[in-house]
Nanobody, 120 residues
């Protein structure tokens, strides 16, 4: 189960940090992602990170402002967001590509989403 947190009302220019924890045991996480869905728009990838390395990927809208990081020991991924704009308002979802211990395949899981509203 993935549990996201850290959303809320943020003023323009604010710097909240989102967290997403994968609970349970008996698995490893191959990759994490943060996505967002604004009202009336499709869900889009914001950032992703491969747990086994340092490979990250960012949407153009996030480059230079957002930073994704992970703590493998805590099964947690973070999204540090800086210089927020009103157009960053959206529900932010985390996803994790999870591999059960000993399993040949991995599975994609989604968190419940956390709303970030950027407004003065």
């Amino acid at each position: 189960q993935l549990q996201a947190s850290g959303g809320g009302l943020v003023q323009p220019g604010g710097s909240p940090r989102l967290s997403c924890v994968a609970s349970g045991s008996g698995f490893s996480i191959d990759a994490w992602g943060w996505h967002r869905q604004a009202p009336g728009r499709q869900r889009e990838l914001v950032a992703s990170i491969i747990s086994g390395g340092r490979t990250t990927n960012y949407a153009d809208s996030a480059k230079g402002r957002f930073t994704i990081s992970r703590d493998n020991a805590k099964n947690t991924v973070y999204l540090q967001m800086n210089s927020l704009k009103p157009e960053d308002t959206a529900v932010y979802y985390c996803n994790a590509v999870i591999r059960p211990t000993g399993a040949p395949a991995s599975f994609n899981y989604w968190g419940q989403g956390t709303l970030v509203t950027v407004s003065s």
